[in-house]
C-alpha cells in the first residue's frame, strides 16, 4: 500500500464522520419539531396515533447517520492501524 493511502483513509473516515454526527442531529431534530408540533396545531389525533401520513424522513436520517458514522469510525481504525504498522 502507497505511504499517502493512511492518510486519505482518515481524512475520508473523519468526512464521513461528520457527515453522519450531522444526519444524526438533523434527524432527530426533524423528529423532536413534528411530534413537539402536534400538541400545537392541534389538527387531528388520528394521524398522530395511525402515523398516516408516514414521514420516514427523520428516522432515515437518524439510521443513515449511524451508518455513515460507523463507516467513518471504520476507516479512521483501518487509516490508523496502516499508518502505525504498514
Known sequence: MPRGDWLVMLGIGGLFLLLGISAYIWGRNEEKQYYDSIPARRVD?????????SRPEPGALKIGGFI???IG??????????????
Open 45 to 53: 389525533v388520528r394521524e398522530f396515533l395511525e402515523h398516516s401520513p
Open 68 to 70: 455513515a458514522m460507523t
Open 73 to 86: 469510525l471504520l476507516m479512521l481504525l483501518t487509516g490508523s492501524a496502516v499508518w502505525l504498522w504498514g
